[in-house]
């Protein structure tokens, strides 16, 4: 069954560090995502990406985080300068369609386990 | 705004016995409803969706969930758990927008 990749499992940085986080959603899916999980809390939106731009984003999403597809296979996400409270479980998801229909749902990744000194 | 709200943050219970796992939404809007069940250190899987048509939707590994839209419930439930049903599971409610709205999650703990 096709899935979501993502990669690191698990990084861990200094504080004020640049981390980028990889995903390879399934092939033919057209909408992406992220989301993050702080530790004993509910997962949360941060941003969709669908036509090589931002469709969406929460009031998370500030000027420290950035996406990109930079290839037909790879969406990253990158935070600039890392604080402690960015600490979480990043989760990639994908979708082939967008999600007002409703008839398509997300898939995820197992998590990139982000850890900031 | 829309929201999700699970009332239960634990819910321990024995071997064989039954479960329901509390979720209530808030939308002005028409919702699509879902169930995501997330196993230790792994990722969020989907268990079922409610879509439009029959209010009581089956999904994967024997769970249910019935839809009330006057109660704007939507709980989930099964006849009885097994040690491997112990996980996080979260509600979540998809809008017109293009994103997932999620529940706190419901810790299911499993006792022998």
């Known amino acids: 069954e096709p899935e979501v990749t993502q990669t690191p499992s698990h990084q861990v940085t200094q504080m004020g560090q640049e981390v980028i986080l990889r995903c390879v959603p399934i092939s033919n899916h057209l909408y992406f995502y992220w989301y993050r999980q702080i530790l004993g809390q509910k997962v949360e939106f941060l941003v969709s990406f669908y036509n090589n731009e931002i469709s969406e984003k929460s009031e998370i999403f500030d000027d420290q985080f950035s996406v990109e597809r930079p290839d037909g296979s790879n969406f990253t996400l990158k935070i600039r300068s890392t604080k402690l409270e960015d600490s979480a479980m990043y989760f990639c998801a994908s979708s082939e369609w967008g999600l007002g229909t409703g008839a398509n749902v997300l898939t995820f990744g197992a998590g990139s386990r982000l850890t900031v000194l | 705004a829309q929201s999700v709200t699970q009332l239960d943050s634990q819910v321990p219970v024995f071997e064989e016995a039954p479960v329901e796992l509390r979720c209530n939404y808030s939308s002005s809007v028409s919702v699509y409803l879902f169930w995501y069940v997330q196993y230790p250190n792994q990722g969020l899987q989907l268990l079922l969706k409610y879509l439009s048509g029959s209010t009581l939707v089956k999904g994967i590994n024997g769970f249910e969930a019935e839809f009330n839209k006057s109660q704007t419930s939507f709980h989930l439930r099964k006849p009885s758990v097994h040690i491997s049903d112990t996980a996080e599971y979260f509600c979540?409610?998809?809008?017109?927008?293009?994103?997932?709205?999620f529940g706190p999650g419901t810790s299911l703990s499993v006792i022998p």
């Open positions: 979540a409610v998809v809008t017109s927008y293009d994103k997932v709205i």
